[in-house]
């Protein structure tokens, strides 16, 4: 089993910069790939960044060069710092995990991207 809990969503102007935070349970949480996603009104869940358990990160053409995703498996958690804020950011945004074949979700924190 495996719990996730995202944190530091909020109100930003653009242009502006948040940093995402996704607490794991878990002692294998080193060998886990995590990744983050998210979901704007209407649309579908996108993936947004990865990471390796050996911290090789991957992104999204669209967050590429704004955003960066990290890891401290000391703390078991994986973050998400986000730069550069477009109102097109906005969404509700995921940590998500497969462990054992079997998918893991955070509930989500909500990012809004508004002057």
């Known amino acids: 089993q495996v719990q996730l809990v995202e944190s530091g969503g909020g109100l930003v102007q653009p242009g502006g910069s948040l940093r995402l935070s996704c607490a794991a349970s878990?002692?294998?949480?080193?060998?886990?790939?995590m990744d983050w996603y998210r979901q704007a009104p209407g649309n579908q869940r996108e993936f947004v960044a990865s990471i390796t358990s050996g911290g090789s990160p991957n992104y999204a053409d669209s967050v590429k060069g704004r955003f960066t995703i990290s890891r401290e498996n000391a703390k078991v958690s994986v973050y998400l710092q986000m730069n550069s804020l477009k109102p097109e950011d906005t969404a509700v945004y995921y940590c998500?995990?497969?462990?054992?074949?079997?998918?893991?979700w955070g509930q989500g924190t909500q990012v809004t991207i508004s002057s």
């Open positions: 878990g002692s294998f949480f080193s060998f886990l790939s």
């Open positions: 998500h995990t497969i462990w054992r074949s079997k998918n893991y």
